[in-house]
């Protein structure tokens, strides 16, 4: 009996010595996880994500539709993994058009020779500079979908060097931006790349504390425990093949996510639209995106006329008050009774092909400006915007929004209120 005993711990722990090392490198999270808050001040969407040797929590501005991820290298950057990437490498290669540089300054991070160049874009400002691409670690937090899991490391995670002048427009205590567009060199595809799980992401952005899950579902909240990845409604992804923001070179595709905005309605009453406005031209201008660095939604002078004079003939009771900036048209908050999915004003349906509509209700397309002032959360973006309508934060907030790049589709869910739940309230507290 003791020898058997002693057999079975000695076993035992040779099992634990021998294969234990072997899990810690062979653990393979399924989704990983990054925590969002709003800046009051600048209303950008701020995620934090530990980078470089001793590791070093950064803030950085979320811009979905940023094709890469770069830091601010001019300021304090101090890391003993940190890698330039050589001109004609593999890693460089992944980038669309990188150019080779030569730096005339002592060597430190964002100033070696021979290496691979791209152009960071701040898209708040509308600003680029060239910049050094380089690897270093990041560590972020896996997720089983229900919980934070196990931390995980990427050692080579490539970004891109920024500079001072860059970070101007981007929220305070910010160090660069986090881009998740369609390029190879953005995080989602880094890190589907480095665990190979699916070339899936999915944005919960909150006016408090969301969240963003790379990798597929489970996607769930609480207080119910809800699967929210379970309930998407999808609309193929449309490749804008002329990229119109920050610098290109010819041929480059838009890093940004289109979706096929085929009308308006309103109350389910369809707005006339100049129907040229929905679709992207030779130029790449025109068309429906995404963007998560524009508050509200942006859309061109006559939709957004057409869209407001639909929205007044739904309240022809309702007198407007003077409007406050960005907007054009405001109430006295005491004129619509409160819903579950904030005030009870007319939907504005986005239709898509195949009879899908993402509804907006009050929560997502009203803003309280004021405590007794509210106004529709649309703005004006002239008549010759690059973009016809730009879906803004304040409309995608608690609505999680999924990229799924294998099937080419953007999944959403409409506004969580409806299921009792918000992008607040994913359970940041770590599975014990
Ligand atoms: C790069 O090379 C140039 C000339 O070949 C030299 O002057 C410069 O100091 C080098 N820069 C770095 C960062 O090593
Ligand atoms: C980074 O963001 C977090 C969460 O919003 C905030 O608490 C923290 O103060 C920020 N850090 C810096 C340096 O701004
Ligand atoms: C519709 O928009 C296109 C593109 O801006 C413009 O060329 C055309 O004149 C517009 N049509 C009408 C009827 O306004
Ligand atoms: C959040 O997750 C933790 C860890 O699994 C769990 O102990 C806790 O009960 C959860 N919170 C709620 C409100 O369900």
Known sequence: MAASTNFLLFSASLFFFIVSPSIQASFRPKALLLPLSKDASTLQYITQIKQRTPLLPLNLTLDVGGDSFWVDCDNGYVSSSYKPVPCNSAACNLAYSPSCATCFDAPKPGCNNNTCNLFPTNNVKSTATIGEVAQDVVSVQSTDGKNPGEVVTVSKFMFTCGSSFLMEGLASGVKGVAGLGRTKISMPS????????????????????????????????????????????????????????????????????????????????????????????????????????????????????????????????????????????????????????????????LLLPNRVAWRIFGANSMVQVESNVLCLGLVDGGSDPTTSIEIGGHQMEDNLVQIDLAASRLGFSSSLLFRQTTCSNFNFTQAS
């Open 190 to 349: 880094q890190f589907s790349a480095a665990f190979s799980f699916p070339r899936k992401f999915a944005v919960c952005l909150s006016s408090s504390n969301g969240v963003i899950f790379f990798g597929d579902g489970p996607y769930t909240f609480l207080p119910s425990n809800t699967d929210i990845s379970k309930s998407l409604v999808y609309t193929p992804l449309i490749l804008n093949p002329v990229k119109t923001s920050g610098v290109s070179s010819p041929g480059e595709p838009s890093s940004d996510y289109y979706i096929g905005v085929t009308g308006i309605a309103v109350n389910q009453k369809p707005v006339a639209l100049n129907k040229t406005l929905l679709s992207i031209n030779k130029q790449g201008n025109g068309g429906t995106k995404i963007s998560t660095v524009v508050p509200y939604t942006v859309m061109e002078t006559s939709i957004y006329k057409a869209v407001v004079e639909a929205f007044m003939k739904q309240i022809p009771m309702v007198h407007t008050v003077p409007a406050v900036a960005p907007f054009g048209t405001c109430f006295d908050a005491k004129s619509f009774r409160s819903s579950r999915v904030g005030p009870a004003v007319p939907q504005i349906d």
